[in-house]
């Protein structure tokens, strides 16, 4: 019952989340070459750290499967933290602010593609024609799914907000672009890819209607109700029992650090090689590794369908919540520090 709802909860966050996402700011060349430093480097920065220090006792698919998803853990980017210092700090409309939000998107999409692709391929023994094959399956999901909802069923919603409207039915638009939400989540796990992947497809294809902003009221409500019920059923599921030696302590301590210098490293490089400051750069890896809501929902994922064991699901909940409270410290003094270099500058000219 507590992994039903947290997966119920799980599917509407991602809804919402998508529904948020604006492509047309999104998809630069920039957000894109940051964000491709971004997954690639914390996921072998995680699979290396399993491979080194996991045990491989009481795993149902081996410790490969389980070092892949530990790698998988830490590609998605916490949105929602960065975006609350940023618009804390009231620079949300600043250069650095765009760049970590436009490449966190397309991190948490890229994350979502490469947790189509591990959840296919895991539960058996590695082919490589397999690989393909998935790799193919998950790709095509995404962009038709995307283009199928943009083009044409966003023209259903918008159609049917306009009469709901005229007759007094403010949600009935918003209620059908749920349920089609859900319905990609349906068809995403029935083709063996997670049900979560769907539902953020739909959002995100469903982001650009008319009525948007109107949709994103109402799925903020969702979330307000869904958001609780997720994070509690995910406290629920954690067992800090099962960290019962040192081993594991230091296991979360070794995952937290790895997966915020690797983000750092992996997005700082990049954006220092496409004309940003030492300091910018700096700020904009230390903006990419908050991991929290997307990270939790994969690793849900992975402890419900029996890849991971109830110990790594603890350290990764445990590593989430360390995320989140360092990064966001560091990257507000690195945020005042650039400001503060900026007025300087601006003084001197």
Known sequence: M????????????????????????????KNIIIALGGVSVPWIGG??????????EGLEFGKFTQSIF??????ATSVTITAGVLREMEIIGSKVAKTILGAAVVDDILGMIILAITAGISGGDFNPVKLGIITVAAIFFVTFGYYLGSHFVIKVITRVEKR??????????FLLALSFGLLYAFISEIIGISLIVGAFIAGTSFSQCEYRLRF???AKILEWVFAPIFFLSLGIIVNLTLLDSVRWVFFALALAAVAISAKTIGCAIPARL?????????????GMSPLMEVVMIIALYALTAN?????????IIIMGIITILI????????????????DQSCAIE
Request: hydrophobic letters at 50%; aromatic letters at 8%.
């Open 327 to 342: 990064s966001p410290m560091i990257l507000k003094k690195m945020l005042k520090h650039i400001e503060k270099t900026s």
């Open 47 to 56: 699979f290396l750290l399993a491979e080194l220090m996991l045990p491989d």
């Open 307 to 315: 890849f991971i064991t109830n110990q790594v699901y603890s350290m």
């Open 274 to 286: 496409l004309g940003m400051s030492r300091n910018e750069s700096l700020a904009v890896g230390i």
């Open 216 to 218: 994103r009221h109402w």
């Open 164 to 173: 709901g409207l005229a007759h007094g039915m403010e949600e009935s638009g």
């Open 70 to 75: 530990i790698g998988t853990v830490l590609v």
């Open 2 to 29: 507590v992994h039903n709802f947290a997966q119920l909860g799980a599917v509407v966050m991602l809804f919402v989340i998508g529904m948020e996402c604006d492509i047309k700011e999104i998809y630069t060349r």
